[in-house]
């Protein structure tokens, strides 16, 4: 996908779950190394014959994390899209998870409008949605449509929380919330503090045991630091413990500290506690980006000093750190799959369709792991 971002999670009971979505191929050049993405997942759900995805999150309004998406998604808020596309039917979303910003953001004029549009028809609808913030985030907006917070309290949940209806023992994998989050000031009052970007920790379970992932979306230095102050604040290290990291940014050296350095980023202290004391032996740290570059003449992630202190501590834990336009050769990359059992997590050699990244979380005995 280059530097972009979509992962499938597929779980034990046939539900799937769908972070960001972005078709970054360009069908008219036939050097793309880029994954075909709506046929790649239509091809799955055809061969589960299913139409739908039980969660479907848009960690905020990039285009490389929404590109496509009104010409695959079924969007209840206009019937212009939900006819067919190319002669096949939209794919539907059970549920939308959406940062409180892809609400209330003003000026949107293309992909990120439609998906706005979706959200708040179904913050207004009052069904089909959970927004993440704190619930006071939505007044102004909530009341402009002739609701309050008190109405749809239910559907938002906010930093610190677990999302509701999701429990590892239960469902195979819960979710809490780190981002976005306020912090208080002085004189009481909350200021939001992020890049208004949906951040959460998974812990799956798998034959009793836990494996936990960070998905970091595109969170900067400055709120990513603050996440990991708080979280130890609150005494909750072991959400900030992971198997796996899913690299914020396409290994951006601003997803670390404020600069790049010469040949590797030096993090903040808060963000070299993270990767230095949390993560786990074995730790997997994925960059969903083009491959890492040997010089600077592109200002872009990915960045090879940043490239070079992941490295180094997935090494630190016996662990990799891989890159999915890399993975396995960058001059034919493949679909990244890592699978979850009770055995944590293994990366899976081979895999014959799928997307740029996917979380598989299928319990030895079930003998249904894509």
Known sequence: MGNADCCRIDLDN????????????????????????????RKDLDSCKRDSYKVVMFTHLDDDHIRGTSNFFYLRHAQKYQGQVDGKSRIKMDEMWVPAAVITEEGCTEEDRIIRQEARYRLKEGTGIRVFSRPEELKNWLEGEGLSVADRRSLITDAGQLVPGWL?????????????????????SYVERNDGCLVLHATFSADGTK????????????????????TRSKNREERLESDIVKIPHHSSYLSLGPDKGTTKTKPTEDIAYFYEKKLLWRATLISTSKPIPTNDDDPQPPHRQAANYYREQADAQGGTYIVTMENPKASSPETLVIEITGSKAKQKKSYSAGLVSAVSQPAPRAGNGD
């Open 211 to 230: 494996t936990r992932v960070f998905f970091g979306a595109d969170i900067r230095q400055e709120p990513l630091s603050e996440i990991v102050r708080i």
């Open 168 to 188: 590892a023992e239960i469902q195979g994998v819960e979710f809490f919330v780190h981002s976005p989050f306020a912090c208080r000031t002085d004189d009481g």
């Open 14 to 41: 046939g539900d799937q779950i769908l972070i960001d979505y972005a078709a970054m191929r360009d069908p008219a050049c036939k050097d793309d190394l880029r994954i075909d993405l709506p046929s790649e997942l």
